[in-house]
């Protein structure tokens, strides 16, 4: 089955986003695909490349990277909800005239209707943090 | 985008001021129906709070939910599926809410849930 995933709570402040990582390495390991990972709300706070880890904790941002690069899942930070809470990519920063960027390159910035077709392309679409 | 069209129900559990999630819900809801999608909407919990007319979102600095809400109607979004025993336990009246309501019984909610192919929750 194809799976995408809506996260709307941040990594440091619920379990949502950590259900859904777990969620997404045990579909994979059971032969299942993960299309997309959308971050939504509060949830895009995974994406920020400038968050340090205590050496006790895993790395939030990092482990989803990596899990993108092995299974080939899309991340993507609504753009609305990321420019206004302060996480850009170089081009979000460069056009408001920002004097940094702190997005990790395993996530692009796109609009909902990267939700939409998660939807569209997906068996199904799980929400987690509401 | 995919020519792909499903059926989406959006769950919206959360009042209207307090947690935004209601915004991130409605502009959901925008999105999907920009995009021609199936869309129906279930308010349920504290989510039926956001059904209220004469809200003064403005004197808190938000925009106004239910506003937003009367406009989905132009995106063909007529009917707002409401969980009767959550207006119930808040001793609200169908008539004090605005829009065109279909009220569900708590037996309902599952077979209506599940005739959908994807449930979002905000």
């Avoid at chain 1, 990582?21 to 490349?49: I, K, N």
């Avoid at chain 2, 279930?42 to 406009?71: C, E, R, Y």
């Amino acid at each position: 089955m194809n799976f995408s995933l809506l996260v709307l709570s941040s990594p440091y402040s619920a379990q949502a986003g950590d259900s859904a990582w777990q969620f997404a390495r045990a579909a994979v390991a059971s032969g299942h695909s993960v299309y997309r990972v959308f971050f939504y709300h509060e949830g895009v706070y995974h994406g920020s490349e400038l968050g340090i880890s205590p050496q006790d904790e895993q790395d939030r941002v990092l482990r989803w990277a990596d899990f993108s690069t092995q299974n080939n899942t899309e991340l993507v930070l609504c753009i609305s909800s990321a420019i206004r809470r302060g996480l850009l990519d170089a081009g979000e920063a460069q056009r408001y005239d920002k004097p940094a960027s702190n997005v990790h390159p395993a996530f692009v910035l796109s609009g909902l209707g990267q939700l939409i077709d998660a939807s569209a392309h997906s068996d199904r679409l799980l929400t987690f943090g509401s | 985008m995919s020519d792909a069209k499903k059926k989406l129900l959006l769950i919206f559990r959360h009042g209207p001021y307090g947690n935004k999630l209601s915004r991130a819900g409605l502009d959901v809801a925008l999105a999907a129906a920009a995009f021609d999608q199936d869309i129906n909407t279930l308010f349920m919990d504290d989510g039926v709070w956001q059904l209220l007319p004469d809200q003064s979102a403005g004197s808190i600095d938000s925009k106004n939910v239910h506003s937003t809400l009367q406009s989905l109607p132009l995106y063909d979004l007529e009917s707002f599926h409401v969980d009767s025993h959550s207006l119930a336990a808040r001793r609200l009246e169908p008539a004090q809410l605005d829009g065109q309501l279909v009220l569900l019984e708590p037996a309902e909610l599952a077979e209506f849930i599940d005739s959908h192919d994807q449930v979002l929750s905000f």
